[in-house]
């Protein structure tokens, strides 16, 4: 016999979307008993299992259209070397404590959905099986790293052990929200609001002056609201990754559905969204709650006393205001295996937006710029990546360079040199409202925050068309 109670709760929530003022509550509690990880997913899912495999956010990798040097291969975060934790593969997953016995770090793994094995091209039932749905899809869900009986590690529901609590969450089940977005988006790098910058924990908590889209007293809107796609393939792309899942239906604020190409009452602001991105005026800063990292020096260990942990020396900075270039929306990447390439300032670039004055595709766009100190193998000039889990303990920073090296190339007992590195990351979010968008002396004035001579103008643009009006030289 079904318990009353139970008849009850799914009476309500399907009698929810009619009451007024209601939200819609997504519930799976009539639809299984017991959840008994992926295999009671994939009962009635298997379709959908096999659409998110084959998506980027499983692979980690995808067609790089976008990429300029790409060769027709596929990349992402799986294959490449970055600047910040370097790369996957020697961190996949696996506890590490410090040497008071603190867990300081547990992998990559731990923003993959997934529940540990490394995501393969290949489809397979293990692969599937593997996938873990309710990272993503279930409100309150929490889990942790496990050793298996094997030696191996995997992740769990921090419930595993309480069956009733676990039936609880996995049935919770709704489209993911910001909120879902932001533990890996947010999180990534280090720590909150390392990596990206403008991605931060307080856009949910904040007013609409902090993100005019994000914030409940704003639009109201969520990420899939401007990312959603099909199939478990998310629109738009970040200039500094190397995927674009739905290059048919590209992300930008000029799209019809949201504000168009001509969105001021001002024909003088209509202008310059022609070669002007809305981000530039609309972010003024980012970084505005947390703390972002801006230089990630690799190459000298600073010991945290407080975590009894090591990392590189960081340089954390807030309030940051963007750096500007044009961008036609494709990236020259520093690709693993090719030696290093390094620009007029001497540094590598890691991830460079292309586009220029002349290019009629480009517009000028804000980014915030990263700068790292990175290890290449001498004589082939490759960039290393760093086995970081080992080095957090112990600092030992030439074992983890070389450990890198060998698991990564197949190069044993590697020589390697240090190489200053930018990277341009692309500032989409933070947006603010129209009153606190930058006004015309913020670009336009002898001390205005453009670089016109680096966009590729001898001075600002407005003065010469001033003169020239004037008839002055």
């Given at each position: 016999?079904?318990?009353?109670?139970?008849?009850?709760?799914?009476?309500?929530?399907?009698?929810?979307?009619?009451?007024p003022g209601q939200a819609r509550e997504y519930t799976h509690q009539k639809?299984?008993?017991?959840?008994?990880?992926?295999?009671?997913?994939?009962?009635?899912?298997?379709?959908?299992?096999r659409s998110f495999f084959h998506s980027q956010h499983y692979q980690w990798r995808s067609a790089t259209a976008k990429i300029v040097n790409g060769g027709g291969k596929e990349f992402g975060k799986i294959n490449v070397i970055n600047d910040f934790c370097t790369a996957v593969g020697p961190s996949w997953i696996g506890l590490t404590n410090n040497s008071r016995g603190e867990a300081i770090s547990k992998g990559c793994s731990k923003c993959h959905a997934g529940l540990g094995r490394l995501p393969e091209p290949?489809?397979?039932?293990?692969?599937?099986?593997?996938?873990?749905?309710?990272?993503?899809?279930?409100?309150?869900?929490?889990?942790?790293?496990?050793?298996?009986?094997?030696?191996?590690?995997?992740?769990?529901?921090?419930?595993w052990k309480n069956p009733e609590g676990l039936d609880s969450v996995a049935k919770r089940i709704g489209r993911p929200t910001t909120t879902s977005c932001l533990r890996c988006h947010a999180g990534s790098g280090g720590g909150p609001n390392f990596k990206r910058g403008d991605l931060e924990y307080a856009v949910t908590e904040r007013d609409r002056t902090f993100d005019v889209h994000l914030a409940k007293d704003g639009a109201g809107l969520d990420c899939l609201d401007c990312h959603g796609g099909s199939d478990h393939k998310v629109r738009g792309r970040g200039a500094d990754l190397?995927?674009?899942?739905?290059?048919?239906?590209?992300?930008?604020?000029?799209?019809?559905?949201?504000?168009?190409?001509?969105?001021?009452t001002v024909e003088a602001l209509n202008l310059h969204t022609a070669r002007v991105a809305c981000q530039s005026c609309h972010i003024p800063t980012f970084a505005k709650a947390d703390p972002t990292d801006m230089v990630r020096d690799w190459s000298t260990p600073a010991y945290h006393q407080e975590q009894d942990k090591w990392s590189a020396t960081i340089t954390m900075a807030k309030d940051v205001v963007p750096v500007y270039a044009w961008y036609n929306g494709t990236t020259r990447a520093q690709l693993?295996?090719?030696?290093?390439?390094?620009?007029?300032?001497?540094?590598?670039?890691?991830?460079?937006p292309q586009g220029d004055r002349s290019d009629p595709r480009a517009k000028i766009y804000p980014f915030k710029r990263h700068l790292a100190k990175m290890p290449v193998l001498v004589g082939k000039n490759w960039l290393l990546?760093?086995?970081?889990?080992?080095?957090?303990?112990?600092?030992?920073?030439?074992?983890?360079?070389?450990?890198?090296?060998?698991?990564?190339?197949?190069?044993?007992?590697?020589?390697?040199?240090?190489?200053?590195?930018?990277?341009?990351?692309?500032?989409?979010?933070?947006?603010v409202p129209a009153r606190g968008a930058l006004g015309c002396l913020d670009c336009h004035s002898p001390k205005g925050r453009l670089d016109w001579q680096a966009l590729g103008y001898r001075g600002d643009p407005l003065v010469a068309a001033m003169r020239a009006a004037h008839g002055k030289r």
């Open positions: 016999m079904v318990p009353r109670l139970h008849l009850f709760a799914v009476a309500v929530a399907l009698l929810l979307p009619s009451l639809y299984f008993e017991h959840y008994e990880g992926t295999a009671t997913c994939l009962q009635c899912h298997a379709e959908e299992a290949g489809e397979s039932p293990e692969q599937l099986a593997n996938i873990d749905c309710l990272m993503c899809h279930a409100a309150g869900y929490n889990r942790d790293l496990y050793q298996r009986t094997d030696g191996g590690w995997e992740w769990r529901p921090v419930l190397f995927g674009d899942e739905m290059p048919d239906r590209p992300l930008g604020c000029d799209d019809a559905a949201c504000h168009g190409s001509a969105p001021h693993p295996g090719v030696a290093v390439t390094r620009g007029r300032d001497g540094r590598v670039g890691m991830m460079l990546p760093i086995a970081v889990e080992e080095f957090f303990a112990s600092g030992q920073l030439d074992a983890a360079v070389k450990k890198g090296a060998e698991e990564f190339y197949g190069v044993k007992d590697a020589a390697y040199e240090w190489v200053e590195t930018v990277r341009y990351m692309g500032i989409s979010h933070e947006v």
